[in-house]
């Protein structure tokens, strides 16, 4: 089955710094990437997506990268502030008759003013 | 939209009870889920249906859990007899189908059981 590795565990930052956190998955047949945002004592909530048919997504202060090739993909925050201290969780799965979300362990994120 | 709702949103119960968590997904859902999220472990699938059928349960760490979704708007997951390792938060999430729209997975607020 997929799994998933997160990089690193935790990130501590200043504000208006960037951050980057990166994921990688093992199963090649995996096409579609979210990341999700969870802020203490609440639930994850998605903040970016991306299918494997793209090389990068953007958002505003966010951004995902894809490498298909070496089964990696990407969170880019630039210009952080203090808001956005939270547990940042990548995923994968296969979209199709199901999707079940394979995650990783979680990078914490703190953005110290 | 309510929202993903989940019931009770704490439980504190002696090691041996039956616990019962309850979820009801967002209307016109799909698809549902169990994780269970723990510092050492992260978040963890346990379940997930697909309108109303089991897909994939082997998430499910024993014998002693269980899930059931009777029908599409309620799903239960069971924990007889509950060790004090089954203590975690649980959480419930819904999508929509595949080719109807986003992929994204609302989770509800959570379970957090503690199990003494």
């Known amino acids: 089955g997929e799994n998933v590795e997160q990089h690193p565990s935790t990130l501590s930052v200043q504000e208006g710094d960037s951050a980057v956190i990166k994921c990688t998955y093992s199963?090649?047949?995996?096409?579609?990437f979210p990341w999700y945002k969870q802020e203490l004592g609440k639930r994850p909530q998605l903040i970016i997506d991306?299918?494997?048919?793209?090389g990068e997504k953007k958002d505003q202060r966010i951004a995902v990268t894809l490498n298909k090739t070496a089964k990696h993909f990407s969170l880019h925050i630039t210009e952080t502030q203090p808001e956005d201290s939270a547990v940042y969780f990548c995923?994968?799965?296969?979209?199709?008759?199901?999707?079940?979300?394979?995650f990783g362990k979680g990078t914490t994120l703190s953005v110290s003013s | 939209d309510a929202g993903v709702i989940q019931s009770p949103r704490h439980e504190v119960t002696e090691m041996g009870q039956e616990v019962t968590l309850r979820c009801k997904p967002i209307?016109?859902?799909?698809?549902l889920f169990w994780y269970r999220q723990t510092m050492m472990r992260g978040l963890e699938l346990l379940i997930y249906?697909?309108?109303?059928?089991?897909?994939?349960d082997s998430g499910m760490p024993e014998d002693r859990f269980s899930a059931k979704m009777p029908n599409a708007s309620f799903s239960t997951l069971k924990i007889q007899p509950s060790e004090p390792r089954d203590s975690a938060v649980y959480f419930c999430?819904?999508?929509?189908?595949?080719?109807?729209?986003?992929?994204?997975?609302?989770f509800g607020p959570g379970t957090r059981l503690t199990v003494t």
């Open positions: 999430a819904s999508s929509r189908a595949p080719g109807q729209g986003t992929y994204e997975q609302y």
């Open positions: 199963d090649s047949a995996s096409n579609y």
């Open positions: 991306i299918r494997s048919n793209v």
């Open positions: 249906f697909n309108n109303n059928v089991p897909i994939d």
């Open positions: 209307s016109g859902h799909n698809s």
């Open positions: 995923a994968a799965s296969q979209l199709g008759a199901g999707t079940a979300l394979i």
